[in-house]
């Protein structure tokens, strides 16, 4: 009877612990979906899409003075390049003559015996002849004296030209390498800026043009009421008015990054050829306008003069009078007029000063 009772204990016990021991998984309730995670990443702003784009074509801006830069650099080294080309073409040229010279005296002499003038007059016995050759003789040497230090100079500047189209030359594919990067560089931001207004929808994309005339009406009229313009009336010189001619006309024409006209500009492009038209040349990028030419205060400013923007000079307007500019704002915009306050000054310049 106690054997019974300890078995049937015994198999109690087996059928417990094989419950405990079997997978939890087989017990378990079925998960739930996890939640929403709080920490996704929120929607932009219109605000806030407006800053990254403006940011964007400002990027693109500075990217294109530093292309528009190594361009003009390339053109120069490739003018010197061909200057100096030529230069050593004649170099070799007048090295040959010399030499064909030397070798003329060399054959006469081989001719008269190998001996030199001198000693045959020696030899001549003849004392007026002597006196007349050694005349001779002396204009011989210092001719042949200055054929030799000329056929020396000739060489060092052959050398030193074949020296300068070398470093010429290695300049030029560094400014080449820039030009890729620049434009590289312009593509990828312009296109970033592109597919985030692309993203937007219509209505999104008006709201953001009104975004863009609201921030810039703001600015102009702060700075209008800074007194920035106060008892300014400044007639615009000759050459000053040919170029706010020359820049009201393309009025309507589009930004192109790199173009100077006739069809399209950029920023610089189209101040750099205003002044041109009024017969001034100027630097082609912004940044080269802030850095070369003279600097007027604000308040002296005067139409047909630059006003530079942004601290790193990346974009410039020309000032047309009564508060406005005319400027080539970004891609995808047209040549307009616009408030000169509009956009953060760094400075004035005046081409004709």
Same mark, same amino acid.
């Given at each position: ?39 996704? =990443?929120?929607?932009?702003? *219109?605000?806030?899409?407006?800053? #990254? ?26 003018? #010197? ?7 050593? %073409? ?14 003329? @005296? ?37 001719? $042949? ?7 020396? @100079?000739?060489?060092?500047? *052959?050398? $030193?030209? %074949? ?13 080449? *390498? ?23 929808? #219509? ?14 009406? %703001? ?9 920035? *313009? ?19 006309? @393309? ?33 082609? $990028? ?44 970004? =891609? ?22």
């Amino acid at each position: 009877m106690n054997r019974r009772h300890c078995a049937s204990a015994a198999i109690t016990l087996v059928c417990a612990l094989a419950l405990l021991t079997a997978p939890v998984q087989a017990l378990a309730a079925p998960v739930p979906d996890p939640a929403p995670s709080s920490t996704s =990443p929120a929607r932009k702003t *219109l605000e806030e899409v407006r800053d #990254e784009i403006d940011t964007l074509y400002r990027q693109a801006g500075a990217s294109t003075d530093a292309y528009n830069l190594a361009k003009e650099e390339a053109k120069r080294q490739s003018k #010197e390049i061909a200057q100096l080309t030529e230069e050593i %073409t004649e170099g070799q040229e007048r090295i040959a003559e010399l030499k064909n010279r030397a070798g003329a @005296q060399a054959r006469e002499q081989y001719r008269n015996g190998g001996l030199p003038m001198g000693a045959q007059l020696m030899l001549s016995g003849d004392p007026n002849l002597f006196l007349d050759g050694m005349n001779q003789v002396r204009q011989g040497q210092q001719a $042949t004296k200055g054929m030799l230090g000329e056929l020396e @100079q000739a060489q060092e500047d *052959l050398e $030193t030209y %074949t020296q300068d189209a070398n470093l010429n030359w290695k300049k030029l594919e560094a400014n080449r *390498l820039k030009q890729a990067k620049a434009k590289k560089s312009i593509n990828a931001r312009i296109e970033a800026a592109k597919k985030l207004e692309a993203e937007l929808e #219509e209505e999104e994309r008006v709201r953001l043009r009104t975004l863009e005339r609201e921030a810039a009406s %703001t600015a102009q009229k702060a700075w209008l009421s800074s007194g920035a *313009l106060k008892d300014i009336d400044r007639e615009a010189s000759a050459s000053g008015k040919a170029a706010v001619a020359f820049a009201t006309a @393309q009025i309507g024409k589009p930004y192109v990054w790199g173009a100077a006209g006739p069809a399209s500009y950029d920023c610089s492009g189209l101040t750099s050829q205003a002044w041109a038209a009024a017969k001034r040349p100027i630097p082609r $990028t912004s940044q080269e306008q802030w850095r070369q030419l003279p600097r007027v205060a604000v308040q002296d400013m005067r139409p047909g003069d630059l006003i530079i923007y942004y601290g790193d000079a990346s974009h410039v307007g020309m000032y047309v009078g009564g508060g406005s500019i005319v400027h080539a704002p970004r =891609p995808g915009r047209d040549i307009t007029l616009a408030g000169a306050g509009s956009m953060e000054i760094l400075g004035v310049v005046r081409p004709d000063k």
